[in-house]
């Protein structure tokens, strides 16, 4: 036996001639080489697995926010319709109770005018019945000055009424722009800030979608390349 290296005459006919120990280390070489490689490339495929699994889990737990910013997107703005009828609702209270108040306004100047005049009119009689006229009347005349008397103070307790429920409807009107002023305008003011908050952080459901495509390609893609090797 021979235990140098061995020269094969196999490709003398090409006129050329290989060694073959020589050509065994390299297979094993190359081979060796195409193992490592073949390991990197399922560690790599088992981290890329796991990267889409994460992120498959993040889509998930972006479309369940978005679901929940949704459903608080639609209670606030159901709340805001709320309020805003509600405000819409009280400036109309306002705007009848102006109205109510400007009419009472009316009617309390006219009757404390003919209160006046009825004044005037009772303090002239008052005079003449304090005088000798008095026993110059007929009867009928001391029954028209008992008249008088009696409408003159009818007359003062309409005014005193009218102007007690003035001062009803300017204290209503007063307590509805104070309710909306400080109420329902500053809730509408915080319901709007919360919608657009909701807006700022609000993730499209298009862009999730997106998203879930993008996972779907690459997953198809590492599982050709896994039936590939």
Known sequence: P????????????????Y????SKLENMKQLKEIRAKHEDLVAQSAQLKGEISSADQNVSRILGEIQKHE?????????????????KTARAQVATGKK?????????????????????QHKSLGDELGTELVSQLSAE??????????HLKSAHK???????????????????KMHIE???????ASLEAKLKGI???????????????????VLETLGRGSEQE
């Open 141 to 150: 005349e001391q029954e028209e000055i008992r008249a008088l008397n009696a």
């Open 199 to 217: 807006g700022n952080v609000k993730v499209s459901e298009e862009s999730a979608e997106e998203k879930e495509a993008e996972l779907e390609r």
């Open 19 to 22: 060694e073959e120990r020589h």
């Open 100 to 120: 109510q108040a400007a009419s009472r306004e009316a009617s309390v100047e006219e009757l404390r005018q003919g209160v006046a005049q009825l004044q005037d």
């Open 182 to 188: 400080e109420n329902l305008l500053k809730q509408k």
């Open 71 to 87: 459903a608080k997107y639609n209670r606030v703005k159901s709340q805001l319709q709320s309020l805003a009828h509600d405000l």
């Open 158 to 176: 309409d005014l005193m009424a009218l102007q007690t429920k003035r001062t009803e409807v300017e204290t209503t009107v007063m307590n509805l």
């Open 2 to 17: 021979w235990d140098g290296n061995q020269e094969s005459h196999k490709g003398s006919l090409t006129g050329g001639y």
